[in-house]
């Protein structure tokens, strides 16, 4: 009878193990499905891409009215969807507002400056889709304040080409060589000038209706 209650102590010891070690693999096994969970995402956060820069000018003339202006803040979201597939956007807000006077005196605008998808092939060829910066001049493409010297852009930006030239259209570009790069577009036409404050802003006949 003592033999007997012991093993049927025993096994009851055996059973209740059993079920905390099931418990156990089921804790784990849920920690492995939630650590996947965030790979999963830790993953697809490396390839969004966010930056951008605000741009404030200070203007003090001798005989005329000073002006300080929160030019233009610009934020950068791009996306990387494989190794060869990449989404790049560039939205705009000048002036601190979008509303505008009648006559356009005022300048406030929120724009998508750039919105394109490059095809990566190879160094020497690559397709680009979408809204981009027309290769036009120096400042058109590379505009960023700290990569021209003083406040304003140069005036032959400002006031003779057509800058920032935001344009809808799809072409090829590439660096066959290590000194040698190229961009070459099939895009819409140009359309009428819109003069703001601060220079022109160059517009496509089918962007007008993307701003406000």
């Known amino acids: 009878m003592v033999a007997g209650a012991a093993g049927a102590v025993d096994d009851h010891r055996i059973q209740a193990l059993e079920e905390q070690l099931a418990v156990m693999n089921t804790e784990i096994e849920n920690l492995k499905n939630e650590q996947g969970d965030l790979s999963f995402l830790e993953g697809q956060a490396s390839k969004l ?18 002006q300080f202006d929160i030019h233009r803040l610009v934020m950068y979201v ?15 807000l ?4 979008v509303a505008d006077s009648d006559d356009g005196s005022n300048g406030g605008e929120l724009s998508v400056e750039q919105l394109y998808v490059d095809f990566l092939l190879a160094d020497a060829v690559n397709v680009r889709a979408g809204r981009v910066l027309a290769p036009l001049g120096i400042i058109n493409q590379k505009h960023e304040p700290t990569l021209f010297l003083g406040v304003e852009r ?4 400002k006031n003779i080409i057509p800058s920032t030239w935001s344009v809808d259209g799809i072409g090829i570009f590439g660096y066959p060589l ?3 790069s190229y961009e070459a577009y099939v895009v819409a036409g ?6 703001p404050r601060q220079g022109r802003r160059a517009q496509g006949p089918h962007q007008r209706a993307g701003q406000l």
């Open 49 to 66: 891409h966010l930056g951008g820069y605000g741009e404030i000018h200070a203007n003090f003339q001798e005989g005329g009215d000073d």
């Open 78 to 92: 791009g996306y990387d969807f494989n190794d060869w597939i990449k989404l790049t956007s560039e939205t705009e």
């Open 94 to 97: 000048e002036h601190a507002f």
């Open 154 to 157: 140069p005036n032959m930006e």
């Open 178 to 180: 290590s000194w040698l």
């Open 190 to 195: 140009l359309g009428r000038l819109q003069v």
